[in-house]
């Protein structure tokens, strides 16, 4: 492990051989398939892509470097009010992955298409034939119920000619509710 690295010293480089005095050639757009002389910038050598420099360019680091630029409020400006499945509530707009609805006149819609199904749990029944040989307590193990909610809710909203509806998935017998006061928000905004 102390041997010294063979290959340390500077006279091998990778990539192709490079002619001395040629400086490389790049094709633009405008003078497709014509070399054309590289931008200074461009050919003097740097750290790979994604390595730090070794000497690192005294440039001011910019706030949020390799995140998106956060964008201002758009045409409808202000902040979301209120958001159902897909469908985004602004200060004057609704806004849809169809398009921008205004908000005043909006005409809203909720349908409940969910349904909650009762039964008893397997363990119960087991629980049940066990316990009923021995005595007849095992027959209290039936009163055990399940409730399933499956489904969803469909939302829809009509505004300035268009229409869009979402649908919004049911988790409990609660759910309808939670989603018909958010509608009746929504309601009581576009007027």
């Known amino acids: 492990m102390s041997d010294p690295n063979p290959y340390a010293d500077d006279s091998y480089k990778w990539g192709p051989p490079q002619q001395p005095g040629n400086p490389p050639t790049v094709a633009d757009g405008q003078g497709y398939g014509y070399p054309q002389q590289m931008p200074d910038a461009a050919a003097q050598p740097g750290p790979a892509y994604g390595y730090p420099a070794v000497n690192p360019p005294a440039q001011p ?17 202000g902040a979301p ?28 819609t909720a349908t409940d298409m969910s349904r909650t199904e009762e039964k008893i749990p397997t363990v119960a029944i087991v629980l049940a034939i066990i316990f009923a040989l021995l005595c007849l307590i095992g027959l209290l193990f039936l009163l055990m119920k399940e409730k399933k909610t499956t489904g969803f809710i469909q939302v829809s909203v009509t505004s300035g000619g268009r229409h869009h509806s979402t649908m919004i998935q049911a988790t409990g017998p609660e759910t309808f509710q939670m989603v018909m006061a958010q509608v009746n928000t929504a309601r009581s905004m576009s007027i």
Do not use: E, H, R
Not at 61 to 77: R, V
Not at 82 to 101: E, R
């Open 61 to 77: 680091t910019l706030p949020g470097y390799g995140f998106p630029p956060q964008q201002g409020p758009g045409p409808g400006g």
């Open 81 to 108: 009010m209120l958001s159902l499945g897909d469908i985004t509530v602004m200060n004057d707009s609704i806004v849809t992955p169809s398009g921008t609805l205004p908000l005043k006149g909006a005409v809203w």
